[in-house]
């Protein structure tokens, strides 16, 4: 502890309890020679000590049962007791640890934390239908290895039984989880868990209401702060639920059954921010994604954003997370509150760790984690700077790739995700035709002449070569590992090119092919871009991709300092709230009229067209939005068949950007259309069996991914 904090002066008082005498007398000898009055060594079994023995000017916690019917019943006292309580390394070697972990309840005080680091050994089938335990990465021992350590430090007494650490986590709310292998010492397993008592505590609000209030945030709720059933706050939540059928977030549901099962809350309800939403990480709609983001930066250009949703601080804005560069952008702006949304955990875990670092880290490190990809001391800020404001899953994902920015030979952050697979084939195709000098010069350019020159000799020849095209870019293996093109996003593209200029003549035929519409595409997107941006000093999209980072001088808007000092003040992300599902289960779940902007990017270019489950979508949307609320999306096609639909369902739409042969729709310039419909219309309540819920297979085959991240 010394080496982080100075222990005489931080600590009041600091109790070390061991059972064995002689490491008693071994510790006192210690601090008598340090000075540190403040340490009292105690020997003692570690199931009869109580500080109320010890601390005389202080009121203590009396002891409670050992077993409570029920954690929830009655209120926990208000003051004494410790507020941090650490075992390293001796749950292990305890062999009556059951009484050990009960009393560790009267010890700690309300808002205390505890730690324990210890050996385990574990097999997934052991934490299956827990969701209470801040995720399970590297949790699993496999069995050889369960054996063996096991066998191994039961010749030392060391017990490495997977009760131990489960006890743990059922008696006490876990804050933060993770998971380690001793390389050095042949991969012995062993854990960090930081915890805290099992009812949430806060000094304004009982338990309940503290779920309530999460579970109102998510769902926009008309009572952000449920009131207690008197007075005049009960009369208005009674007329609440009078008007409108009660609207549950899954967090709620969770914290429900996790209650009436006398378990933990999951996670998510112990952290010191509640901007991520709980979900269940093991459904299998999640673990598709194996742990990997698509996106390292958002391929939206913010600036347009900006200038046409224009947004206020009564705005109530859902969006898809993606990379979370365009959350940030919004975050800027200072609306009410931020739904952001995606499917994809490992998405979110992005998000998370940008907010984190503009809650704890200073412009520099931020700087170097985001604007260069890498920072050789991420792992140390992640533990001790940024863990706080992490969740625990998220924290666990950072932990276990951390090597991301860390490694001195790796590319960093923007050569990973699945986007990565178009960026390092940009880089093999400019290396095998010879162009990496050209690449580096276009990024020297001073003027657009001489940057289209170059583009125009070295770079298009290479890029846009017909053969490469049709052997590579145009199969739809590459088109969805690289650029995350769906086959419906591909056909809208055929068909634009099919009706357009570029195939009549007496070769249409053989020019209406799918690797000719895309060498089309590809052409009408970077012509324009490079004749009419500057990319070293005013294109970040396209910077990053070919320099592997931003530039002091090209970088998106949050990169900046003066976004870094805006988003770095206290409660700057209080209204943001992070959901990990899919589109039509979170704007099922809040409620009626409270959002006045949508920012569904693509996404709807994935539905089969004219799908039930695309109308489903946007019925909801037109119910969760307020009267002249709006959608925002972009599509690959001029226009997108969906917005008939939009119109068809108490919609406007109105074209905002239509990018044709040569013109720039903005900096990325990869979609076809923008469009904004605008709410002018209610619609009739929800008919019950025609409003559920889509489900994977709905919809003509969509099979439930619709809600991916952007593409």
Avoid at 390 to 413: P, V
Wanted: proline share 6%; hydrophobic share 40%.
């Amino acid at each position: 502890m010394s080496e982080f904090v100075n222990v005489p002066e931080f600590f009041s008082a600091v109790y070390l309890v061991d059972f064995s005498p002689s490491l008693c007398k071994v510790a006192r000898e210690r601090f008598a020679r340090l000075g540190w009055t403040n340490v009292k060594v105690i020997c003692e079994d570690a199931r009869k000590f109580r500080l109320d023995g010890f601390e005389n000017n202080s009121p203590g916690i009396p002891t409670p049962p050992r077993t409570p019917p029920s954690y929830f019943d009655g209120q926990r006292p208000g003051g004494g007791g410790a507020d941090l309580v650490t075992m390293s390394y001796s749950l292990s070697m305890i062999p009556d640890y059951y009484s050990v972990i009960d009393s560790l309840s009267s010890l700690l005080s309300p808002n205390g934390v505890m730690g324990v680091v210890d050996l385990y050994v574990q097999a997934q089938a052991d934490t299956s239908f827990r969701n209470y335990t801040g995720g399970l990465i590297n949790r699993h021992v496999n069995f050889l290895s369960r054996t063996f350590w096991r066998a191994w430090f039961e010749l030392d007494r060391v017990t490495l039984e997977a009760g131990r650490r489960d006890y743990l986590e059922y008696r006490f709310g876990t804050v933060l989880s993770a998971n380690f292998r001793n390389t050095t010492l042949g991969s012995i397993p062993y854990y960090v868990w930081l915890g805290c008592h099992k009812t949430p505590f806060s000094s304004s609000s009982l338990p309940n209401e503290i779920i309530e209030r999460i579970d109102a945030l998510a769902t926009e709720s008309p009572y952000l702060v449920p009131m207690n059933k008197q007075g005049a706050g009960h009369a208005l939540s009674c007329a609440v639920e009078r008007t409108a059928p009660e609207i549950r977030s899954k967090a709620f549901d969770a914290a429900v059954q996790n209650l009436s099962a006398n378990l933990p809350l999951p996670s998510c309800f112990y952290q010191n921010h509640h901007w991520r939403i709980y979900y269940d990480d093991q459904l299998q709609k999640h673990k598709q994604f194996n742990d990997e983001y698509i996106y390292a930066f958002t391929w939206e250009d913010s600036r347009v954003d900006d200038r046409l949703l224009e947004l206020g601080p009564d705005d109530v804005v859902l969006a898809i997370t993606s990379a979370g560069d365009n959350i940030l952008s919004y975050a800027l702006r200072s609306p009410a509150r931020i739904h952001a949304i995606d499917l994809n955990p490992a998405q979110n875990h992005l998000l998370e760790l940008k907010i984190a670092a503009f809650t704890a880290l200073p412009y520099e490190d931020s700087w170097k984690i985001f604007g260069e990809g890498k920072h050789p001391d991420f792992r140390s800020l992640l533990i001790e700077k940024l863990s706080p404001h992490l969740s625990s899953r998220a924290f666990q994902y950072w932990l276990s790739n951390c090597a991301i920015f860390t490694r001195s030979r790796g590319r960093g952050l923007y050569d990973t995700g699945g986007s990565k697979h178009a960026i390092r084939f940009f880089r093999w195709i400019s290396r095998v035709f010879g162009c990496r000098t050209a690449v580096k010069r276009l990024l020297a350019a001073k003027t657009l002449n001489e940057q289209s020159e170059i583009w125009q000799s070295k770079i298009r020849p290479a890029l846009l070569n017909r053969v490469i095209n049709g052997l590579v870019i145009s199969s739809e293996a590459f088109l969805w590992a690289a650029l995350g093109v769906p086959k419906n996003q591909l056909s809208m593209i055929e068909n634009d090119h099919a009706n357009s200029e570029a195939v009549k003549g007496p070769t249409a035929t053989a020019k209406a092919t799918r690797a000719h519409a895309l060498w089309h595409y590809m052409v009408n997107t970077l012509d324009p871009v490079v004749k009419q941006t500057h990319i070293s000093t005013d294109n970040p999209y396209y910077h990053v991709c070919l320099e592997g980072s931003f530039s002091r001088r090209c970088h998106l808007e949050y990169l900046s300092e003066a976004a870094h000092a805006r988003l770095s003040r206290p409660g700057a992300f209080d209204g943001l709230r992070i959901h990990t599902d899919e589109i039509d289960e979170v704007i099922a779940r809040i409620t009626p009229g409270t959002l006045t902007v949508a920012v569904i990017m693509d996404s709807m270019d994935w539905f089969d067209p004219g799908s039930r489950a695309a109308a489903q979508q946007i019925t909801r949307l037109n119910r969760a939005l307020k009267m002249n609320g709006r959608v925002l999306l972009r599509s690959s096609a001029l226009v997108p068949w969906y917005i008939r639909v939009f119109e068809a369902h108490g919609f406007v739409g109105k074209q905002m950007g239509k990018r044709t042969p040569g013109t720039l729709i903005d900096r990325v310039n990869m979609y076809a259309s923008c469009w904004i419909c605008t709410k002018n219309d209610n619609l009739p309540p929800p008919t019950p069996g025609l409003d559920g819920p889509v489900r994977d297979g709905e919809g003509g085959g969509l099979e439930g991914s619709w809600s991916l991240s952007d593409t």
